[in-house]
Structure formats: C-alpha cells, structure tokens
T-cell receptor
Framework: DAEITQSPRHKITETGRQVTLACHQT?????MFWYRQDLGHGLRLIHY???????NKGEVSDGYSVSRSNTEDLPLTLESAASSQTSVYFC??????????FGPGTRLTVT | AQKVTQAQTEISVVEKEDVTLDCVYE???????LFWYKQPPSGELVFLIR??????QNEISGRYSWNFQKSTSSFNFTITASQVVDSAVYFC?????????????FGKGTMLLVSP
C-alpha cells in the first residue's frame, strides 16, 4: 500500500544545531508539503514543492529550507535550530486539486 | 481576516448526542475546494471529505454528514449519535486557485470531547 513516512518520529536537539527531518512518500504524488503544528495556531505551512527541483516558501518559512531531488522525498532542514522551532512537524503529499495525505508527524524539541 | 474560521475552540458532548462543527471560509474564487480532517489523540491527520465549490449537495457517510452552503460561505460537519471514538480535533481547510488548488489553508481546529 502507498504511504507517507517521516523520520525520526521524535528528536531532541540543542539550540544552534542543524537538523534534518525526512519525509518519504510512495503515492507518486507531485506535490509535497511541510507543516508545523502548535497549540493555538493550528497547522501552518512551512515549505512546499510542486515537483522535482521546485520549492516554494509557505507562511512560516524563516529558518527552514527544503530541496526536492526526486519525487518521493522532501527533507526539511532547520539551519540553526531555535527554541521557537520546538513543534510537531507534519509532511503531506497530494495530487493537484485533491486531498493531502499526511505522515505520522515528528515531534521536535529544541533545548 | 482568517480565511477559514472555526469559531468553536472546544465542544463537549455526551455519547449519543448529535454535534455540529462549524466552518466559515473566505475566498474570492468561484472555484475552490473544501476539506475536513480529523486528528485523534494519537496525533495522525485523517482525511474525511473533499468538496468542490460547484457541488452543493449535502453528503452523508454513516454517522457523518456535511452541509455546504455557498450563500453563507459555510461547510459544517455534523456527527449524529456521537461516540467516544469521535473525540478528536477536527480541522476544516480551503484550497484556492491562487495556489493551483494545491496548498491548504487550515482553520485552527475544533476539539471535540465525547464522554460516555
């Protein structure tokens, strides 16, 4: 069955370190997305991609970057982790105009 | 102004009660899509329904039903005879033309607590 996976599921890191969160989908979807979820804010879009080598900034992109070298993967990098980036991160994928399917989430704590 | 407003932050009901979760959206597009997602306590996000702006028919799926009214820009979700397993956060979302109908704008969610 097609799926979307994220790793790691939990991560604790220190302020200033670079962190990469992985996202892998086997739906063969063109579009991939990264969100963060925080209490009181719901889901906010960080970055998204419409296809290989395409990346776009979302609502809260500062301090984050992504790259898309193939259809299946969209890793999210925190250049220099900050305590404000402590959050739950969700990856999602979709075909245009259709529902997004979400990964299980990564809980990131920056100490 | 919020694009998707879920005014009910939290709702508590007793099992078997009916409950309606409200969603009001804002868009200038004539073609758009609306979605509902469920996030149970385990944390995953589960897709429930997608509705395009040209289809105003109500939809029913088991105990779940959705009422889409363009005149009031609302896409409300009703759970009939609620069960404890319905306890979750429910998100309404909007997809518009400017994003190529790809990105979603989410409401802040409504937490539903169903007690036995």
């Amino acid at each position: 069955d097609a799926e979307i996976t994220q790793s790691p599921r939990h991560k604790i890191t220190e302020t200033g370190r670079q962190v990469t969160l992985a996202c892998h989908q086997t739906w063969n979807h063109n579009n991939m997305f990264w969100y963060r979820q925080d209490l009181g804010h719901g889901l906010r879009l960080i970055h998204y991609s419409y296809g290989v080598h395409d990346t776009n900034k979302g609502e809260v992109s500062d301090g984050y970057s992504v790259s898309r070298s193939n259809t299946e993967d969209l890793p999210l990098t925190l250049e220099s982790a900050a305590s404000s980036q402590t959050s739950v991160y969700f990856c999602a994928s979709s075909n245009t105009g259709y529902e997004q399917y979400f990964g299980p989430g990564t809980r990131l704590t920056v100490t | 102004a919020q694009k998707v407003t879920q005014a009910q932050t939290e709702i508590s009901v007793v099992e078997k009660e009916d409950v309606t979760l409200d969603c009001v959206y804002e868009t200038r597009d004539t073609t758009y899509y609306l979605f509902w997602y469920k996030q149970p306590p385990s944390g995953e996000l589960v897709f429930l329904i997608r509705r395009n702006s040209f289809d105003e028919q109500n939809e029913i799926s088991g105990r779940y039903s959705w009422n889409f009214q363009k005149s009031t820009s609302s896409f409300n979700f009703t759970i009939t005879a609620s069960q404890v397993v319905d306890s979750a956060v429910y998100f309404c979302a909007l997809s518009e033309a400017k994003s190529g109908y790809s990105t979603l704008t989410f409401g802040k969610g409504t937490m539903l607590l169903v007690s036995p």
